[in-house]
Each structure stands twice: as structure tokens, then as C-alpha cells.
């Protein structure tokens, strides 16, 4: 430790010292790239904590807790434009829930035999790996779309399995007002328990593929399902934050760090949205979840040192690139305001 050890924060539940600039960074930059991709930057967080020096159980625990208060802010703004269909996301609760508690019980069984760190960042890497496929398949998609000249309301629906789902006639049935269908109760129930698993699993808020599932699988429409997904992140967050509290595996110094780095940042990625142009911000997303993953690997092959450059470098040189983009907006938008005055 010597002369640096100012830098390090004695974390007393966890028993391990921190370098705190990295977690005030880690916060900061979860809530810029999750204000500006409109994402949460959860995946980056339980990772980045394992990298910095958090046992796994550990780094998962932290994650949701911190995640619970980030989300509640989010909905609470969703919530005033009606976009939470309530129904369908009390139905999913049931199912958020029991996944959680599986998805924890897993943690703690392979803490038990000492695997829970390299299962996990394997599941990591396959899960990061599949979100970066995403993220430039879609924007392939887009060029490709733009080369024809097809850029219509919505373009062409891409997936839509849940019209099969939707024929499934296992009772309970019921109505979703909000989002427009009926379905068997069933088909929330089962994505939800699933999105649960990884959510209490990787401590993530399950949102990356949430989303995705109810727009695919449940048949909501984006908008509603943008505002149920918070609502059920808001309420899986809370879940996996109790349940990782009685396993005493959450680290309330980081939780409250890394939420006062997370406030400031959200504020600026929410502004910076405003002057951002184009799918160029795709490729940006795409990059820090590759960057996030090669981190990943490079910890679990012992170059933790590495490891910890990489995901801290990467995450910077994006908040710095987010914020440029905010700074230079914010100038031309007062250059053109003076201009319009200068002629009046």
C-alpha cells in the first residue's frame, strides 16, 4: 500500500481494499452510458467490480443493490407518460422473483465449491458477447436498410414469435389492457422467470434481455414495454437487493459511492442524447461491450492488472466521448441562439 494507500477505501463487509477512484469511475460512467444508450450499464458493473477486487458473490450483491436505486428514478419518470402496463408487470413479478431467488441460491451454491467466480464470468462473456452481436447485427440492418432507400415508420417487423406464444390457450387467460393483448398468464410467467435467473444470477436488472423478450416473446409494444421493463427492474432491483442483504453479500460503502458518481453521470448522458447523430452511437455501445468482454477474459486468466486497464480505459474514453458530444452541442445550440438574436 505505502504512499497510495489514500487511494484505497477499506471495504469492511467484503474484508478488501478498494481503489475508490475506480468505483466512483465505474458509477459515473454506468450512469453516463446508461442516461445516453438509454441501456443500464449494469453489465459493466458486476465485472468491474470482480476486476477491481470484489470476491464475485460479492461484486453480484453489490450490483443489484445499486441497481434497485438507479432504476427507481428511471420509472418514476416512465411511469408519468403511462407507459407501465401494471397488470403485466405484477403478473411478471411472481415469475422476476422465484428467478432471482434461483438465480442467487446458484451463486451461493458455487461460492460454496469455489467455482462462483470463473462460471460467472464465462456466463458473462457469452452473455456480453451475444449483446455486442445484437447491437451490429442491428446496425448492419440499418446500413443495409439505408443502401435501398427503405426507411419506413418501422421498417420491416423483425421477429415475432410471440404470435405463436399467443396461441397457446393454457388457462389462466388474460387481458392486458395497457399493452393492447390477451395471452396465457404462462408466457409473462416463464420470460419473466428466466430474465429473473440471470438477473439474481449475473446481478444485472435483466433489462438487456427483458426488453427484448417482452417486445419478442410477450408481444408489447416498445414503448410499454420500455416502462414495465423499469417498473420490473424497480422491483426485481429491491427482491435482489434483500436477498443478497441476508446473504450478506452486498458492500453498502461501494453501493453508496458508486450511486453518487451513478446521479452525476446520468445527468450528463440524458443531456448529451439531446446532440447525438446518427447509429454511430451503436457502434460506440458495441465497442464497450467487447472491451468490457476481452476484461473479462484477461481476469480470468490472472492478468487482473490488465484486466483492470482495459474495462477502466475503455469506460472513460467513452464517457470523455459522450460528454465531448454534450459540450459541443450545448456550444453550437448558444452560438445559433446569439446568432438568431443578432439578427432580430
Request: hydrophobic residues 55%.
Amino acid at each position: 500500500m505505502g504512499e497510495m494507500s489514500w487511494l484505497y477505501m477499506y471495504m469492511p463487509i467484503a474484508g478488501v481494499h478498494i481503489l475508490w477512484p475506480g468505483l466512483v469511475l465505474i458509477g459515473f460512467s454506468v450512469g453516463v452510458i446508461g442516461g445516453f444508450f438509454g441501456m443500464g450499464g449494469a453489465w459493466m458493473v458486476t465485472p468491474g467490480l470482480n476486476i477491481l477486487g470484489f470476491p464475485m458473490a460479492f461484486a453480484i450483491g453489490t450490483d443489484i443493490a445499486h441497481i434497485a436505486g438507479k432504476s427507481m428514478i428511471s420509472t418514476m419518470r416512465h411511469s408519468k407518460f403511462g407507459n407501465v402496463d401494471y397488470k403485466l408487470g405484477i403478473t411478471m413479478l411472481v415469475g422476476t422473483m422465484v428467478g432471482i431467488e434461483i438465480g442467487a441460491q446458484l451463486v451461493m451454491m458455487l461460492e460454496r465449491i469455489g467455482l462462483v467466480g470463473s462460471v460467472v464470468r464465462w456466463v458473462y462473456v457469452v452473455f456480453l458477447a451475444l449483446i455486442a452481436w445484437m447491437v451490429f447485427y442491428d446496425f448492419y440492418k440499418a446500413t443495409q436498410k439505408r443502401k435501398k432507400g427503405d426507411v419506413g415508420e418501422h421498417g420491416a417487423t423483425g421477429i415475432e414469435w410471440y404470435k405463436t406464444l399467443h396461441k397457446w390457450k393454457i388457462p389462466p387467460m388474460m387481458h392486458f389492457h395497457a399493452s393492447g393483448f390477451t395471452c396465457s398468464a404462462w408466457v409473462p410467467i416463464i420470460v419473466s422467470t428466466a430474465t429473473g435467473i440471470l438477473a439474481g444470477f449475473l446481478g444485472i436488472g435483466g433489462g438487456l434481455l427483458r426488453m427484448p423478450a417482452l417486445i419478442y416473446l410477450v408481444g408489447c409494444p416498445t414503448h410499454i414495454a420500455v416502462g414495465t421493463d423499469l417498473f420490473e427492474v424497480m422491483i426485481s432491483g429491491l427482491y435482489g437487493a434483500f436477498t443478497y442483504t441476508l446473504k450478506g453479500r452486498i458492500e453498502l460503502v461501494a453501493v453508496f459511492v458508486m450511486l453518487t458518481g451513478a446521479a452525476i453521470g446520468a445527468q450528463i448522458g440524458t443531456v448529451a442524447t439531446k446532440y447525438a447523430k446518427g447509429y454511430g452511437i451503436r457502434v460506440a455501445f458495441g465497442l464497450a461491450v467487447l472491451c468490457c468482454m476481452v476484461s473479462i477474459i484477461l481476469k480470468q486468466y490472472g492478468f487482473s492488472a490488465a484486466a483492470a486497464v482495459v474495462i477502466l480505459s475503455a469506460i472513460s474514453l467513452i464517457c470523455l466521448w459522450i460528454m465531448k458530444i454534450m459540450f459541443v452541442g450545448a456550444a453550437q445550440e448558444l452560438r445559433d441562439k446569439k446568432a438568431g438574436l443578432s439578427q432580430a
